[in-house]
């Protein structure tokens, strides 16, 4: 049964890193303005609305490249 520890371990790790990122979503609306940022392309004209989160994509893109450059640094 030693042989089920890690995989116990990085089970309960990925439990807390989906709970934890869940949470972000969960709250991320009243807390980051995500999907809301000027620069955010919105066009409506009649029944046609086009939505393009420009600028929303390069903030998350910018943030999960820090945050796995932090957790996945190369020595």
């Not at 086009?50 to 390069?58: E, R």
Request: a positive charge.
């Amino acid at each position: 049964m030693e042989g089920l520890q890690p995989m116990g371990r990085m089970l309960m790790f990925f439990g807390i890193i989906l709970f934890l990122f869940g949470l972000v979503l969960y709250a991320g609306g009243r807390l980051f303005p995500l999907g809301r940022l000027p620069g955010d392309i919105l066009i409506k004209k009649g029944n046609f609305t086009f939505y393009f989160p420009l600028v929303s994509g390069l903030v998350l893109s910018l943030l999960l490249t820090l945050l796995l450059n932090l957790f996945f640094w190369r020595r």
